[in-house]
């Protein structure tokens, strides 16, 4: 059964893929167009999902909450930047420069979340060897897509 840790840590690197290709676009082109669109509706499913299976546990107990305020903190942040980077022009200089900012804003909290959080988390949570939380994780992720498709077949019926 595959661990909350091993399961995000697989987006974390998928991420981290998508971000790489995308500094490597140019203009408002159709592999900018895809990428972007793949990481945007899939690093904002992660997060609610992660929010929810992972940091809502962390911080009922206190030992877990400062490090999982801090994170969710974060995941505001860079989802602010995320909001503000959907609605630039892609073709933009700005567009490009606004990128790298959240990219990096965004690899330093995944690399966070793995080195720091993971090692507070298994001594709060557990290693999660059932696979419980990954399973809670997959289930709210899922959920989190499909309101997302939902909301993106009503606007294409307007």
Do not use: C
């Amino acid at each position: 059964m595959t661990s909350i840790y091993d399961r995000l840590k697989s987006d974390h690197d998928r991420h981290r893929q998508l971000l790489s290709q995308l500094v490597e676009t140019t203009g408002d082109s159709e592999a900018r167009r895809k990428l972007w669109e793949t990481f945007f509706y899939d690093v904002g499913a992660h997060a609610a999902a992660e929010e929810e299976a992972f940091y809502a546990p962390l911080m009922e107990e206190s030992k877990g909450q400062p490090k999982a305020r801090h994170s969710v903190s974060e995941h505001h942040e860079i989802d602010e930047m995320i909001q503000d980077i959907e609605a630039m022009d892609f073709s933009s200089p700005g567009w490009l420069a606004r990128f790298k900012t959240m990219r990096e804003r965004y690899e330093h909290h995944i690399d966070e979340e793995e080195n720091e959080i993971f090692a507070t988390a298994r001594k709060v949570l557990g290693a999660d060897a059932s696979g419980e939380i990954a399973g809670t994780f997959e289930t709210r992720k899922k959920k989190e897509r499909g309101l997302v498709d939902a909301k993106a077949d009503a606007a294409l019926e307007e």
